[in-house]
């Protein structure tokens, strides 16, 4: 059964509700069939990882819509991603390819089934989740803890943004090709491939890409005397 805090947090990074919308305790404890102090407890707890907006005295909201704040969040992304697929296509065994494959291909048959401008909330909360654990398993073999919690975390705020802004999903098409060439390229180990169609992926949600770190692709530079991997 979903936790409350699960459930929580799948409606808030999938547009269940407006920027800067009050979430109230005592209602929202209602609806989930817990009280009003273990939903605080939930909603502070996701303010911490920057779902939710806590004041004093004025309580918890979502947060505003923030196209700086997405420009932030898709240039970690390219950052985060970029080391992590790295060191996992040096670490990552046959397991690995094979929980890729798998978490591709749960992906693509998701996203195959997103329309343009009707999907309802229950296809977008599953597409949320396989696409996080699509790019959660690119970085899995990578050995660090601290790398995937840090994803984890800056993903959620950038698909709460990314839905806040754009709900029209035409890029979907898009979408589906791109990540085909990226497992492509992951798979065929291929380091400075995956990272280049990883920032072409993901540049598409900077608000101003002359903005971008101009070395935001310098996490697909290889260590000195490292040589992309290939099979």
Same mark, same amino acid.
């Given at each position: ?6 459930a929580m947090r799948d409606r808030l990074v999938n547009g269940? @509700? ?25 909603? @502070?707890? %996701? ?5 939710? *907006?806590?004041?004093?005295q004025r309580g918890f909201r979502l947060p505003a819509s923030? !196209? ?6 898709? /240039? ?10 790295? !060191? ?11 929980? =890729? ?15 343009? *401008? ?5 296809? =977008?909360? !599953?597409?949320? /989740? ?15 803890? =601290? %790398? ?7 993903? &959620?705020?950038?698909?709460?943004? =990314?839905?806040? $802004? *754009?709900?029209? @999903?035409?890029?979907?098409?898009? $979408?589906?090709?791109?990540?085909? *060439?990226?497992?492509?390229?992951? %798979?065929?180990?291929?380091?400075? !491939? ?7 992926? %993901? ?11 101009? $070395?935001?692709? /310098?996490?697909?530079?290889? &260590? ?8």
């Amino acid at each position: 059964m979903m936790s409350i805090y699960d459930a929580m947090r799948d409606r808030l990074v999938n547009g269940h @509700f407006k920027p800067e919308q009050r979430l109230k305790a005592t209602d929202l404890g209602v609806e989930f069939g817990c009280s009003a102090s273990a939903m605080r407890e939930t909603l @502070f707890r %996701l303010s911490t990882v920057g779902l939710v *907006d806590f004041q004093e005295q004025r309580g918890f909201r979502l947060p505003a819509s923030s !196209l700086k704040l997405q420009q932030e969040l898709t /240039q970690m992304r390219i950052l985060l991603e970029c080391e992590g697929v790295c !060191l996992s296509i040096r670490f990552g065994d046959l397991g690995w390819e094979a929980r =890729l494959t798998a978490a591709h291909h749960k992906l693509r048959h998701i996203e195959s089934r997103v329309k343009v *401008d009707t999907t309802d909330r229950d296809t =977008l909360i !599953l597409w949320t /989740q396989a696409e996080l654990e699509f790019h959660q398993t690119l970085l899995e073999a990578c050995g660090s803890t =601290l %790398l995937m919690t840090m994803h984890e975390m800056v993903y &959620q705020q950038f698909r709460q943004q =990314l839905i806040t $802004n *754009d709900r029209m @999903f035409r890029f979907v098409p898009e $979408n589906i090709d791109q990540h085909q *060439d990226i497992i492509d390229a992951a %798979l065929g180990r291929d380091e400075e !491939l995956v990272c280049k169609r990883l920032i072409t992926h %993901l540049s598409r949600s900077l608000v101003d890409a002359e903005a971008a770190p101009l $070395n935001v692709s /310098q996490a697909a530079r290889r &260590q000195p005397g490292v040589k992309s991997s290939s099979r």
